[in-house]
């Protein structure tokens, strides 16, 4: 445990309470609060007097990045750190990341949108990257338990707030920028600009790993040290074979060629596994040791979890924004033998704009939907379901609230090889309704069909 502090709540015997002005919480208001719970020091902006001992600054926020990176800079700095970034696709490869250095014989832990992982320990956590208090805690327990490389996910929030300010890469990767966080961002320009932060954090001896298909890619090559994945630069694509359970892909690299079968599904996630082994071959590890793993890795919870349901299949993924459930319908739409049924739902009280357009690609796409709830938080949950369909000119759809019931129903449709999507929550185990979270597990709903 570090000893600084940021939450009242969470202060401890001894340690150094913080107070934060952030956007709607002032944490001048919490310091009698962390003095009660044991602080023994306070640091804030404003002139007061209390019964611990007071430190005066300018700015609260930088000087907490200041003495964490001047406390724990050297610590942290002992581990290997590999990020990764982009609207989608982030999860699944930090997760093959993890688990391939891991096969590999390095003691590897990843920290991401399914939590905190090393050796047998999982922890689940708020954001896909956490808080700067919350971050240092975690990389400093992997420090001290051994571990050697960890691998995060590094979202544009992060980027933006500063969330991994004194942190340095070995490695980046970038997957791809889709429209996502625009009520956070505003534009897509803004959006992509926070993205392209990452290179800051890189060693300058570091290497970025670059998706060639996307033309987003262009702007991280400010960062002159980068090599490209796709249908074409340095780790291209030659040919694949997609199958319900599997892909058989080939690509070439310096002038050789590979052949690999991956425990993956979809086009999207041949994208996946080559920023995973391309992160990891800049790093110093042979293709051909990447190659003979890759049988032994599998996706994460809720990204592409297929489960056979009678005579047709049931897919649980974490797809919540347009481009994401767009590249998972027409993935399957290749495989498909019967209908493609999708079920689907916007969360509350964020991003509206994207609702109709989910609305629209996944009737378009599929042969029937059902729309249902994600997590309405505080949001009226007809008001979501208005916006996403809203404009939609197909028919082919109707709405069932209670997710539970949807799932259900959606089940009880298939027939001979059809395929059944249920989308936007994939490894969540909850639902978050007002302010209270209940128990909801997509596949555990699935998995009772079986």
């Avoid at 202060?11 to 934060?20: C, P, R, T, W």
């Avoid at 808080?131 to 929030?157: F, K, P, Q, R, W």
């Amino acid at each position: 445990m570090i000893k600084y502090e940021t939450n009242s709540k969470n202060v401890k015997e001894g340690q150094i309470f913080i107070a934060l002005k952030g956007l709607t919480v002032d944490g001048h208001d919490y310091i009698d609060d962390a003095i009660k719970n044991g602080a023994s020091k306070v640091v804030g902006e404003k002139d007061l007097t209390l019964s611990v001992p007071y430190e005066k600054v300018e700015d609260t926020n930088a000087y907490l990045k200041n003495v964490l990176k001047k406390d724990y800079g050297d610590k942290i700095n002992k581990l290997k750190l590999i990020g990764v970034t982009g609207t989608n696709g982030k999860t699944t490869t930090c997760y093959l990341i993890y688990q391939m250095l891991n096969k590999l014989g390095c003691k590897t832990a990843y920290l991401g949108t399914i939590g905190f992982y090393y050796n047998d320990k999982k922890i689940e956590l708020n954001n896909t990257t956490p808080d700067i208090i919350t971050l240092y805690n975690l990389l400093v327990e992997a420090e001290e338990n051994g571990i050697e490389y960890l691998v995060m996910e590094v979202s544009s929030h992060a980027l933006s707030l500063d969330r991994i300010a004194g942190l340095s890469f070995e490695a980046c990767g970038f997957t791809n920028l889709t429209e996502d966080h625009l009520d956070y961002h505003k534009t897509m320009e803004a959006y992509l600009k926070e993205k392209v932060k990452i290179t800051n954090y890189l060693k300058p001896t570091g290497t970025m790993i670059l998706n060639s298909d996307d033309k987003a890619s262009e702007k991280f090559k400010i960062f002159k040290n980068y090599r490209t994945y796709g249908t074409r630069g340095d780790y291209k694509i030659v040919n694949y074979s997609i199958k319900p359970d599997h892909t058989d892909l080939e690509f070439a690299y310096d002038n050789k060629n590979y052949q690999v079968t991956t425990n993956l599904t979809s086009k999207f996630n041949i994208y996946n596994y080559l920023t995973c082994i391309a992160i990891l071959n800049s790093l110093g590890f042979t293709l051909e040791d990447l190659v003979a793993k890759t049988k032994e890795v599998y996706p994460p919870k809720g990204r592409c979890e297929t489960y056979k349901v009678g005579k047709g299949y049931a897919v649980v993924d974490y797809a919540h924004t347009p481009d994401a459930v767009e590249k998972v319908i027409m993935a399957y739409s290749e495989l498909k033998e019967n209908r493609i049924i999708t079920i689907l739902g916007c969360g509350g009280d964020r991003d509206p704009i994207k609702r109709p357009i989910m609305g629209s690609i996944a009737t378009r796409l599929s042969d029937y939907v059902i729309f249902t709830n994600d997590n309405p938080r505080t949001e009226d949950p007809k008001k979501i379901m208005e916006d996403i369909v809203r404009d939609n000119k197909n028919t082919n759809y109707e709405i069932i609230y209670d997710r539970k019931s949807a799932i259900t129903k959606g089940i009880n449709m298939l027939e001979d090889k059809d395929i059944l999507l249920v989308l936007g929550k994939g490894h969540e185990d909850y639902q978050i309704i007002g302010h209270e979270k209940i128990h909801l597990d997509d596949a555990e709903i699935i998995k009772s069909f079986m």
